[in-house]
């Protein structure tokens, strides 16, 4: 299973970004697909994550501005970040909790990250 990151860049504080990610390979099923960011010096933190059924759950520091949703047919999720900060600035990473086709444990994938900077 591939989880793949896209859509990072250099934006001005008040601009918006969209991140996408796709999961691939041999899957069976995706739950729960959810960002993270960690910003240097700073542990991992939750951004937000969305259930298979597109409840979803956002840190406190970005209600209101961020928005996340799913293309279940895609194992697609997408992050629109709006009215972006300089201390949203941070490495963005994507997981997937997957269900690998043919076997019956879940398993946490996580792509490689794509940087997002915030900055005039």
């Known amino acids: 299973v591939q989880v793949v990151e896209s859509g990072g860049g250099l934006v001005q504080p008040g601009g918006s970004l969209r991140l996408s990610c796709s999961a691939s390979?041999?899957?069976?099923?995706?739950?729960?697909m959810g960002w993270y960011r960690q910003a240097p010096g700073e542990q991992r933190e939750l951004v937000a994550n969305?259930?298979?059924?597109?409840?979803?759950n956002y840190a406190d520091s970005v209600k209101g501005r961020f928005t996340t949703s799913r293309d279940n047919a895609k194992n697609t999720v997408y992050l629109q970040m709006n009215s972006l900060k300089p201390e949203d600035t941070a490495v963005y990473y994507c997981?997937?909790?997957?269900?690998?086709?043919?076997?019956?444990?879940?398993?946490?994938?996580w792509g490689q990250g794509t940087q997002v900077t915030v900055s005039s």
């Open positions: 969305i259930a298979y059924g597109g409840s979803t």
């Open positions: 997981n997937a909790f997957v269900r690998v086709l043919g076997r019956t444990e879940w398993w946490t994938y």
């Open positions: 390979g041999s899957i069976g099923g995706i739950s729960f």
